[in-house]
Nanobody, 124 residues
Framework: QVQLVESGGGLVQAGGSLRLSCAASGRTFSGYTVAWFRQAPGKEREFVAGISWAYGRTRYADSVKGRFTISRDNAKNTVYLQMNSLKPEDTALYYC?????????????????WGQGTQVTVSS
């Protein structure tokens, strides 16, 4: 069983930056792909970025490419999402999730473990 805890959300002005963290407890991230999803009010949960365990393969949603960077620190058992040039449309509840699928799937149904989420609000 993997427990995931997100942190780092908050209120920021458009053009600003935030770094989200996803820490694992219970067992390590070893062997797991970890991804960030987000869900805005009235919208479906969507994939933002993901990183595999092996080779650190990354995938990004088109809407965040060039602005967001996902990374992992295996020694700290933590995955990060650096978010730059934030826009009001990035406002959402951000979740991290984990799966044993090394292909970094884009669909939420492929992920087994989920955190509780951290709120990101970008003001215009």
């Amino acid at each position: 069983q993997v427990q995931l805890v997100e942190s780092g959300g908050g209120l920021v002005q458009a053009g600003g930056s935030l770094r989200l963290s996803c820490a694992a407890s219970g067992r390590t991230f070893s062997g797991y792909t970890v991804a960030w999803f987000r869900q805005a009010p009235g919208k479906e949960r969507e994939f933002v970025a993901g990183i595999s365990w092996a080779y650190g393969r990354t995938r990004y949603a088109d809407s965040v490419k060039g602005r967001f960077t996902i990374s992992r620190d295996n020694a700290k058992n933590t995955v990060y999402l650096q978010m730059n040039s934030l826009k009001p449309e990035d406002t959402a509840l951000y979740y991290c999730a984990a799966t044993a699928d090394s292909m970094v799937p884009l669909t939420s149904g492929a992920y087994v473990y989920w955190g509780q989420g951290t709120q990101v609000t970008v003001s215009s």
